[in-house]
């Protein structure tokens, strides 16, 4: 290390300058020998499904992100996708440390790259089909031989609401056309704005939305309740590492700032969730499994 050498050598010949250029030798040859020491822990990176616009998602996750950032020491960074097929691609491939997705897609989660389960909202979830409130529609049935709106095919609200359409005796495709708009917000903006007679979309999504939007809206289907939003963490990180964000994110309920999120969220705070719940949704997992594939 002849860079360290030459350091050693000062003019003034001073026992103190000596003492502190041998000082600084041996430190430097500590960092040489123990890399880690320097190294900082990467930041984690928190994967949510792509449901709401990307600036609103920033805006409602931060301070929970924020929360895990003080409790774990650690760097949080919040990252989505475009649409639900690249946000299931990365997932496959495991780019998110921690994940928020809907309950069928942490099922292809955990069969496709191991995610485990660590809580889910407490409030459950409800795919509502919408009209405009002045419209005439009064039934699903009336919106025979028009379009719908969705945010996207493989959202678990949009399946739920086809699902009993179908019960009704309304079919995709054979009785309504349905048009793809990216996120619930921009479904129901399709129907504000005339391009669409309905939208399907999910309940949680529905009240972030701001109070004058659905004031205009009207309410013709709500499906039954389904098992909310999971927050899952990849198998790389270590038992202890998921318990710790397991416990951040209790705490972060527990805060002020974490109970004006579940209020306005309408989440209901956090419960306990694990693999068992996930098997209810299997066959609409293995539906969006099959979408996603053909889209491929």
Do not use: C
């Not at 924020?66 to 946000?87: C, G, P």
């Not at 399907?200 to 709500?222: K, S, T």
């Not at 956090?270 to 889209?295: G, H, I, V």
Request: aromatic share 8%; hydrophobic share 45%; no cysteine.
């Amino acid at each position: 290390m002849p860079g360290l050498a030459n350091a050693t050598v000062q003019p003034t010949g001073s026992i103190v300058a000596r003492k502190g250029a041998a000082r600084l030798v041996l430190f430097l040859l500590l960092i040489a020998g123990h890399p880690a020491i320097s190294a900082p822990l990467p930041p984690l990176v928190f994967g949510i499904f792509p449901h709401l616009p990307a600036r609103q998602m920033v805006e409602a996750y931060r301070p929970l992100a924020s929360e895990l950032e003080k409790q774990l020491h650690r760097r949080v960074v919040i990252y989505s996708a475009r649409d639900y097929k690249t946000f299931a691609t990365r997932t496959r491939l495991g780019a998110y440390d921690i994940m928020l997705t809907a309950p069928h897609l942490a099922w292809l989660a955990r069969q496709e790259a191991g995610y485990r389960p660590l809580l889910k909202y407490a409030q459950p979830v409800h795919g509502l089909l919408v009209v405009r409130a002045d419209s005439s529609f009064d039934s699903a049935k009336a919106l025979r031989g028009h379009t719908i709106a969705t945010s996207d095919p493989v959202a678990l609200a949009v399946m739920a609401i086809q699902a009993e359409m179908s019960r009704q005796g309304i079919q995709t495709e054979a009785d309504y056309r349905t048009v793809e708009s990216g996120t619930h917000l921009n479904a129901v903006m399709q129907v504000l704005n005339g391009r669409a007679e309905g939208a399907m979309l999910g309940m949680h999504a529905y009240m972030l939305m701001p109070p004058d939007i659905r004031q205009q809206l009207r309410v013709l289907i709500e499906t039954p309740p389904l098992s909310s939003l999971m927050y899952l963490t990849h198998p790389r990180l270590r038992d202890a590492e998921a318990l710790s964000i397991r416990k951040a994110l209790l705490r972060f309920e527990a805060s002020s700032e974490g109970q004006a999120f579940m209020r306005h969220g309408g989440y209901g705070g956090f419960s306990s969730t694990d693999s068992s719940e996930l098997q209810a949704f299997r066959p609409y997992a293995l539906q969006a499994q099959k979408m996603l594939q053909n889209t491929r």
